[in-house]
């Protein structure tokens, strides 16, 4: 069955970078762009950019532009997001999804940034 | 970027009675190149990742019960339970997927009364 199962909780203080991973199992990781998703506390869905894993372009939404990083490793079947100079503000779930229509979703990772 | 508006933002049902959603976008999600609707819901249950429950407007996710119904073109949506159960209760939301960055709605919270 299709998976994706995200790294662990993360604490971070403020300017430090994090690197969430996406592992994928279950289906031909090479055909499906993985996407990634915030969700700060108590609050709604943000989209934060996508992967395209067979060739490594990615789109960033502007409010991440030269923060965020999205890369992947094709023999490992893993996608990773990594977000730089975080602020408090980062502190989110972050949910890794497959392909246009999201229909499947990592369990998520919490980041939670503090000093 | 396109705005997406739901509403209600609270939901509160009687179960066995049917929920309706509003979801409205601030352009058309019509792609006229290939003809396809880029508007899909979810339902994240408390402590759980979204799930999705149509996608296209109306075409319904492998396994999503049939009382979940999507409809709607251009841009007024609407995702309908027939019939509600317990396990229905959660968060809504939309989300287009014509142009990035993606947007979702606020969400739309169904509770039982």
């Known amino acids: 069955q299709v998976q994706l199962v995200q790294s662990g909780t993360e604490v971070k203080k403020p300017g430090a970078s994090v690197k969430v991973s996406c592992k994928a199992s279950?289906?031909?990781?090479?055909?499906?762009?993985i996407h990634w998703v915030r969700q700060a506390p108590g609050q709604g869905l943000q989209w934060m950019g996508w992967?395209?894993?067979?060739?490594?372009?990615?789109d960033y939404a502007q409010r991440f532009q030269g923060r965020v990083t999205m890369t992947r490793d094709t023999s490992i079947s893993a996608a990773y997001m990594e977000l730089s100079r975080l602020r408090s503000d980062d502190t989110a779930v972050y949910y890794c999804?497959?392909?246009?229509?999201?229909?499947?979703w990592g369990q998520g990772t919490l980041v939670t940034v503090s000093s | 970027d396109i705005v997406m508006t739901q509403s209600p933002l609270s939901l509160p049902v009687t179960p066995g009675e049917p929920a309706s959603i509003s979801c409205r976008s601030s352009q058309s999600l019509l792609d006229s190149d290939d003809g396809n609707t880029y508007l899909h819901w979810y339902l994240q249950k408390s402590g759980q990742s979204p799930q999705l429950l149509i996608y296209?407007?109306?075409s319904r996710a492998s396994g999503v019960p049939d009382r979940f119904s999507g409809s709607g073109s251009g841009t007024d949506f609407t995702l309908k339970v027939s019939s509600v159960e317990a396990e229905d209760v959660g968060v809504y939301f939309c989300m287009q997927a014509l142009q990035t960055p993606f947007t979702f709605g606020q969400g739309t919270k169904l509770e039982i009364k």
């Open positions: 279950g289906y031909t990781f090479s055909e499906f762009y």
């Open positions: 999804a497959r392909g246009g229509i999201y229909d499947y």
């Open positions: 296209l407007g109306s």
């Open positions: 992967i395209n894993v067979n060739t490594g372009d990615t």
